[in-house]
């Protein structure tokens, strides 16, 4: 059986958890409305006054996740990166 394709996996990933609105998601890790500025219902920035209000408070820990879906030639076509803050 062929591996499912990210597309598959992100689709059953929906329909078995639901996709949280990005509101949502934002209290869940401390933002307040006035942070977050909301790019459709999955997406949003954060505004830089997230950090200064939160200048007081230890550093945290960033790790950055990339990888490259090469074509069937094997060129890179596409790069993915996901950001995982604590």
């Given at each position: 059986e062929p591996v499912p394709s990210?597309?598959?996996v992100s689709q059953q990933i929906v329909k078995e958890v639901g996709l949280l609105p990005i509101l949502d998601v934002a209290k869940q890790v401390g933002l307040t409305e006035e942070e977050v500025i909301p790019w459709g219902i999955a997406k949003a920035k954060i505004s830089l006054q997230a950090r200064e209000n939160r200048a007081d408070q230890p550093d945290?820990?960033?790790v950055v996740?990339?990888?490259i879906n090469p074509t069937p030639l094997g060129e890179g076509k596409s790069t993915t990166t996901i950001g995982l803050a604590q």
């Open positions: 990210d597309i598959e945290g820990n960033y996740v990339t990888g």
